[in-house]
């Protein structure tokens, strides 16, 4: 009678439970690069699987990752297990969604609130050229938070719109498993006027002791016809005091062609990088080497890029 009352229990439970359905999609390239110096023959071919589903309540749910995400690391200890914490499996890469007429909750390797409701300019380059990026402060970051020393894990998104107006809010938990870390956070919101639309966003990084790095930045786009425009301007405030951010992004259609071209400056005020690399040396030596970088990445100069493609 016992194991007939646990089997119908069991039956009951996962009658309950709603089924994802899965979309697999990939892509693949390969062409010839030439740096300058040298010409090298590059590849790449990768796997997605998208899941999606509703319950009988109407709750919409779903994730996302691609199958070089599901672990990624090396043999550091010699147990035969990848010690990365970069993983599909504990939300460092991939999604995963609810949603509903409240809008979207994500967790796992987010993008920010701002870089939600208006993304990057437009992707130049057979590889990317990777300065189409608009350098956000916070999210996209796979859980290693700026200032950190290490892997806070998960960051969450939140999304709504109605009508013309959109917001977003993301955050990380500020949490190294148990022990107290950085914490990251944004907000964002933007009125689409047709074929224009306008916004702004706020983020910050606190460090607590070591101070906080605050980002306020605004975005603009506009359609006219096959061709759309975007623009960007960003500007950091307390540690990161003097850090500008601009540029603008072209894409436009014609026929089986598409022309794609973006130009971008980061300047930074050095005195307002030395500050914030000496308040956060306490935390961790690698994350000052890689603000280092980042505050060379900020010194670039004007860059100029631009991309055709057709069909064939």
């Keep these: ?3 007939l009352l646990l089997a119908t229990t069991a039956l009951v439970l996962s009658a309950g439970v709603a089924a994802a359905e899965v979309a697999v999609s990939g892509d693949g390239r390969m062409g010839v690069v030439y740096n300058g110096d040298e010409m090298n023959f590059s590849s790449r071919a990768r796997v997605k699987f998208t899941l999606s589903g509703e319950t009988d309540g ?12 599901t672990n990624m690391g090396v043999d550091t200890d010699g147990d035969d297990q990848f010690d ?18 409240f809008g979207k909750v994500e967790m796992g390797d987010t993008v920010s609130a701002g870089e939600a409701l208006f993304g990057d300019l437009p992707e130049v380059g057979f590889t990317d050229l990777g300065e189409n990026d608009i350098p956000y402060l916070t999210g996209d970051n796979e859980g290693n938070v700026l200032g950190s020393a290490a892997n806070t894990g998960p960051n ?12 977003a809010a993301s955050m ?7 022990a107290d870390d950085v914490q990251e956070y944004a907000l964002a919101g933007s009125y689409n006027f047709g074929s224009f639309a306008l916004g702004a966003s706020y983020e910050v990084v606190d460090g607590d ?13 506009a359609n006219f016809g096959d ?21 603008l992004g072209v894409e436009s259609v014609f026929g089986a062609t598409t022309v794609k071209a973006s130009t971008s400056s980061k300047t930074s005020t ?30 670039t100069t004007w860059q100029v890029r631009t991309l055709f493609t057709t069909s064939v």
């Design 227 to 247: 061709t759309a425009v975007k623009a960007f301007y960003g500007e950091g405030d307390d540690l990161i005091d003097g850090v500008k951010v601009y540029g």
């Design 270 to 299: 050095r005195l307002a990088w030395a500050t914030l690399l000496t308040t956060v040396s306490a935390l961790s030596t690698t994350s000052v080497a890689a603000l280092r970088l980042l505050a060379v990445s900020l010194t």
């Design 1 to 3: 009678m016992k194991n």
């Design 172 to 178: 990380s938990d500020g949490k190294a498993g148990s």
């Design 156 to 167: 969450m998104l939140y999304t709504y719109t109605t009508g013309a107006v959109s917001v």
């Design 58 to 69: 109407g709750l919409g749910f779903g994730a996302s990752f691609r199958v070089d995400q």
């Design 84 to 101: 990365s914490t970069l993983s599909s499996s504990n939300g460092t890469k991939g999604t995963v969604y609810v949603s509903g007429a």
């Design 209 to 221: 002791a070591a101070g906080k790095a605050k980002m306020l930045g605004v975005a603009g786009t």
